[in-house]
């Protein structure tokens, strides 16, 4: 996905894909991306630096970084076609939650739909006066669709930002599934296996998760936990014997599993380095 040069407006935010309509369209993903990617990748040099580079700042050739907020793009694009369809988030004390209101009805309502996706962005790297009318926008797509530098306004930490989007552009670059449990419990390749062992399957699936969430020991993790049996143990371990036994099962057993413990060891490397020299990356506009 690039996001090349188009006029794009607000109301780009709200096209559904054709064949797809609880998708967003394709001009959907590129506003998107026209109006977060910049602002993303300057909210997170910090952490990109200790999860990507080692510490050393971003140079200009790096493509793993805007990889990195492209997929948060994504993200933000999904997150705003789901509001779309069932209205905005309530609160605890079920009242509709204000940036949402204001976010739906900017990409809703002409003549501010009709908002240049660069106006936006631009807002974002400058302090608007009080009577600024994007004020109110800026405010509300910053707290619920980019990270927060301090991680005060945003549920999710920056680190999480970072970690999901390159765990999803790592396994596209290098072949491995982004959601292993949503293979066994769709692929024709394990229609079968679904059949002879649905306790396994629903058991793996939960190691799998596991290791996604960084397990050392998945199976124990899952296996040691309240309420598993001796028959649970059994059921994921004739569910393993018969995967092993069928090539592309084993194949893609081995190769899911390889991807997420070497992420893991690569990520654990990368957790606790020092932050160095992450000045790098200037604002885009400024």
């Avoid at 096209?15 to 300057?42: C, G, K, N, W």
């Avoid at 014997?241 to 592309?248: C, E, K, T, V």
Wanted: with cysteine.
């Amino acid at each position: 996905m690039l996001e090349g040069t188009a006029d794009w407006r607000l109301r780009h935010l709200t096209e559904a894909d054709s064949e797809h309509p609880d998708r967003p369209a394709e001009r959907a993903y590129h506003a998107m991306a026209a109006m977060v990617s910049h602002r993303f990748l300057h909210l997170t040099r910090a952490e990109r630096a200790r999860q990507v580079h080692l510490g050393p700042r971003c140079g200009p050739d790096c493509d793993l970084c805007w990889d990195i907020a492209l997929a948060h793009a994504v993200w933000a694009a999904n997150k705003v076609r789901r509001q779309l369809r069932d209205g905005p988030p309530r609160t605890s004390r079920g009242e509709e939650v204000r940036d949402w209101v204001r976010i739906m009805e900017w990409i809703r309502t002409p003549p501010r739909d009709e908002t240049e996706v660069a106006a936006v962005r631009h807002a974002f790297f400058h302090r608007l006066p009080p009577n600024d009318p994007l004020l109110p926008l800026v405010h509300a797509v910053a707290t619920q669709l980019l990270p927060s530098a301090s991680g005060a306004r945003t549920m999710r930490r920056t680190s999480d930002f970072v970690g999901d989007a390159r765990r999803s552009v790592l396994a596209q670059r290098q072949g491995w599934s982004v959601k292993p449990g949503r293979d066994l419990s769709q692929r024709v390749t394990f229609a079968g296996f679904r059949a002879r062992h649905p306790r396994g399957i629903e058991l793996l699936r939960d190691v799998l998760k596991r290791l996604d969430h960084g397990a050392v020991d998945p199976y124990q993790a899952v296996l040691g936990r309240e309420g598993t049996s001796e028959a649970d143990r059994a059921a994921l371990l004739a569910l393993l014997r018969d995967m092993f036994a069928d090539d592309a099962a084993r194949d893609w057993f081995q190769r899911e599993v390889d991807a997420r413990q070497s992420y893991n060891e690569d990520l654990a490397r990368r957790r606790y380095r020092p932050i160095e020299d992450v000045d790098g990356l200037t604002d885009p506009e400024g």
